[in-house]
């Protein structure tokens, strides 16, 4: 188990120095880091960690892609800001020498504009949109232990401008059934560009190094689960001039800096996100959680506000699995997450059942 967890650091440590010097605000694919599932914009909006088969782990757990998703589909529909909509799909399936795979797609529409040149003069209408290919791999290792890789192609078109990217995820899962315990590294978008918008310009993926834990309690149906992001780097914050949430001193006017505890407190908590699962019994299940660095970014300082807390629902009955869910951006900022899968293994065994049991009725 020592030796899987080294290989496994090793890989993620090769691609980690090339990485140190990316920083915010000079990434292109930025929809790549969106929530395209209800239960993961429920839990915080990051990623997680959690050993039960649930279809949308498809898009962003790769090492869980397994035996347990076969067979499944997962849709998933979210109305973002200013008339942008997000889509995924995804599908698995084990075979029984090659293993188990998971392809899907993950697209960003930003709707229709109304395009002008530099004088004024309108040009016709114009879209804009992301979009992302992916095909995922998993393997079950040892009996707690699975990795996994997603490889991902990536298209982008604003008007006439357009670029091609190739990106590559890399997770390792330890899970413990009987504790109910799983924890999860996963080194995400780890690639470049292929063709650049403008010639010589050549704009950083927004790699991510993370960490999930989830557990359900013993004697209580609450699974906590906890995630942190952004690991290659520590400060999350930017304290200067151009900062807009900076107070000032009302008689000289110089910035008020913040401790230095203070800061590293905050620039600590940025990290993590936390999240809890109320699951009062066995097909449903209430999602709560509070993203800090969702909070710091986007909160309003003359009043109190809901960034960085979200929550959802999930329903799963007979193989039809419903999840709806809402994160808080800003004011007047809350997407609606919705999401519907299918596990066509539990639907034809309860269509089997139905034919059975008519047929035993019929024969009384």
């Known amino acids: 188990m020592r030796r899987r967890v080294f290989i496994l650091a090793a890989l993620l440590l090769g691609v980690f120095p090339g990485l140190l010097a990316q920083t915010g605000g000079k990434h292109v694919y930025n929809f790549l880091n969106l929530s395209y599932s209800s239960r993961l914009m429920g ?20 090492s869980y892609v397994s035996d347990r998703l076969h067979n499944k589909l997962f849709v998933n529909y979210t109305n973002y800001f200013a008339k942008s909509n997000a889509m995924s799909a995804a599908y698995s399936y084990t075979f029984l020498k090659a293993g188990s795979f998971a392809a899907g797609i993950c697209a960003l529409s930003y709707g229709s504009f109304r395009g002008a040149d530099e ?14 290919l992916f095909l995922s791999w998993g393997r079950q290792l040892a009996a707690n232990f699975s990795i996994g890789a997603q490889l ?15 990106a590559v995820d890399v997770a390792g899962s330890y899970f413990d059934d009987e504790k ?35 557990q359900r309690l013993k004697h209580v149906p609450i699974r906590y689960h906890i995630s942190l992001h952004s690991l290659y780097r520590w400060n999350m914050n ?52 509070y993203n800090h660095n969702v909070h710091q970014e986007m909160k309003v300082v003359a009043r109190k506000s809901m960034a960085g807390f979200s929550y959802g629902i999930q329903l799963n009955i007979k193989g039809v699995h419903v999840g709806f869910s809402r994160l808080h951006y800003a004011v007047g900022a809350t997407p609606n997450c919705v999401d519907l899968a299918l596990d066509f293994n539990e639907l034809s065994k309860n269509s089997k059942d139905n034919k059975a049991k008519k047929l035993e009725k019929s024969s009384r």
């Open 180 to 214: 109910n315990l799983s924890l999860t590294i996963l080194a995400k978008n780890i690639g470049s560009q292929v063709k650049t918008f403008a010639p010589g310009n050549l704009e950083l993926v927004p790699f991510d190094l993370q960490f999930a834990i989830s």
């Open 43 to 62: 839990l915080g909006g990051n990623f997680i960690s959690v050993h039960d088969g649930d279809p949308s782990l498809m898009l962003v757990n790769p």
């Open 119 to 132: 004088t004024g003069v309108e040009t016709g209408k114009f879209h804009a949109g992301d979009y992302a």
């Open 238 to 289: 930017y304290y200067g001039k151009d900062n807009p949430f900076m107070e000032t001193d009302a008689i000289s006017g110089q910035i008020k800096y913040p401790s230095k505890f203070a800061q590293h407190a905050d620039n600590f908590f940025r990290h993590f996100v936390f999240g809890i699962e109320i699951e009062p019994m066995k097909y449903f299940s209430i999602q709560l959680a």
């Open 152 to 166: 991902k192609t990536i298209f982008s078109h604003y008007d006439s401008y357009y670029s091609m990217g190739l």
